[in-house]
């Protein structure tokens, strides 16, 4: 990974799919001096992804792309991702599976947070299985993308606690909260 240098910010691409409150929230702390990072690209892909409203508030550039053609839509990607001079690819709700080869290109580059405590939990709907399974705890992971779903290396993990009373609702929006603190500081982490 290159690391940031004096006051230059790493340009960064967040890829989302859904409501983008972490993408708002990276958008938020590349602001602060402290965090070497900058957005500078929104790839979505679908229209219908609420979080590419952040484009017009903070005036990002934004890309859909139709992930089924995937190996034209690849080249597309990295085409832009290179115009842009884009050294981080972010994962934030990116419901899609990046390809061998475009995670290939992007070795190393590539960083996703997921809502459990991996290696626990891969996959879809993580809370309700954490809590069916009666986990005392939640939590969030922040790790390197590689081609094996879920799997590579953990840059930084936080924890909650699941209460009786939790049900998948109120665990994610617990989960939620902390995966606010975790991914700007896993992405300071690696840059520093
Ligand atoms: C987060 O829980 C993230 O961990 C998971 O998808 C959710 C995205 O939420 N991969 P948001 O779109 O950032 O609000």
Redesign the pocket.
């Known amino acids: 990974m290159r690391k940031s240098t004096g006051s230059k910010k790493i340009k960064t691409a967040v890829f ?8 708002k929230n990276l958008i938020k702390f590349s602001k602060f001096k402290k965090y070497p990072f900058s957005i500078n690209l929104i790839l979505s892909n679908t229209n219908k992804a609420k ?1 590419l409203k952040y484009s017009k508030i903070y005036k990002i550039e934004k890309k859909i792309i139709c992930y089924d053609k995937k190996i034209k839509n690849d080249k597309k990607i990295l085409k832009t991702l290179k115009q842009k001079k884009i050294k981080l690819i972010c ?4 419901m899609k599976i990046l390809s061998k080869n475009f995670i290939e290109k992007f070795q190393g580059k590539i960083i ?4 459990s405590l991996l290696p626990k939990y891969k996959g879809l709907n993580t809370h309700i299985r954490a809590i069916k399974n009666r986990e005392k705890f939640a939590g ?1 992971t922040v790790h390197y993308v590689t081609s094996k779903l879920d799997s590579g290396k953990i840059i930084l993990q936080k924890r909650v606690k699941i209460s009786k009373k939790d049900d998948r609702f109120s665990l ?1 929006k617990k ?2 909260k902390i ?1 606010h603190l975790l991914y700007p500081a896993a992405i300071k982490k690696i840059l520093n």
């Open positions: 989302i799919s859904g409501k983008g409150s972490n993408l979080g994962l934030a709700g990116f996703n947070i997921h809502p969030c994610a989960v939620l995966e």
